[in-house]
T-cell receptor, first 112, second 108 residues
Framework: DVKVTQSSRYLVKRTGEKVFLECVQDMDHENMFWYRQDPGLGLRLIYFSYDVKMKEKGDIPEGYSVSREKKERFSLILESASTNQTSMYLC???????????FGQGTRLTVV | KNEVEQSPQNLTAQEGEFITINCSYSVGISALHWLQQHPGGGIVSLFMLSSGKKKHGRLIATINIQEKHSSLHITASHPRDSAVYICAVPYTGNQFYFGTGTSLTVIP
């Protein structure tokens, strides 16, 4: 059973904290993605990576950074969390766009 | 400007009803994905299709490439079908445009 696993389902962090969201996939996929999902806005791409140590900005990269040191792991970093980063964060991986994308269960982050 | 438009945004149905969710897109594509998101967040892929029709249980997805339109149908709907359904199309080789989703509630 293929799997994309996010490290936390729910997180509560304080404004200004550095926050790490971890994502691991076991399908040997080249592509990995971080999205945030907000009511009425749908899924918006923050960053994606198509290979180890490679990263590309998505539509809303401001306030975020990523790290991909190993093929199976893609981390999203909030350098200094702010309340407007309260959201649902979803990680996904794929072998390519024409094939399926597989999603993690999501992390609901609340910044207080 | 949204490259992927879904309708309706919200849908409430009685158990047993036939349901249709629509997706229109403005970009050229090689395939279109239908995704399902249950309360709690996790997203699963229902279908990937590039032409014609696919069926899985009570779910049917169709696509008309010329008209740039796809539909997701649910026959004999059930409360466990309550979820958000999202249409997605790929672009630039490995990214996706997503619709904003259709929130379906099926009442017993």
């Amino acid at each position: 059973d293929v799997k994309v696993t996010q490290s936390s389902r729910y997180l509560v962090k304080r404004t200004g904290e550095k926050v790490f969201l971890e994502c691991v996939q076991d399908m040997d996929h080249e592509n990995m993605f971080w999205y945030r999902q907000d009511p009425g806005l749908g899924l918006r791409l923050i960053y994606f990576s198509y290979d180890v140590k490679m990263k590309e900005k998505g539509d809303i990269p401001e306030g975020y950074s990523v790290s991909r040191e190993k093929k199976e792991r893609f981390s999203l970093i909030l350098e200094s969390a702010s309340t407007n980063q309260t959201s649902m964060y979803l990680c996904a991986s794929s072998h390519g766009a024409v094939t399926e994308a597989f999603f993690g269960q999501g992390t609901r982050l609340t910044v207080v | 400007k949204n490259e992927v438009e879904q309708s309706p945004q919200n849908l409430t149905a009685q158990e047993g009803e036939f349901i249709t969710i629509n997706c229109s897109y403005s970009v050229g594509i090689s395939a279109l994905h239908w995704l399902q998101q249950h309360p709690g967040g996790g997203i699963v892929s229902l279908f990937m299709l590039s032409s014609g029709k696919k069926k899985h249980g009570r779910l049917i997805a169709t696509i008309n490439i010329q008209e740039k339109h796809s539909s997701l149908h649910i026959t004999a709907s059930h409360p466990r079908d309550s979820a958000v359904y999202i249409c997605a199309v790929p672009y630039t080789g490995n990214q996706f445009y997503f619709g904003t989703g259709t929130s379906l509630t099926v009442i017993p």
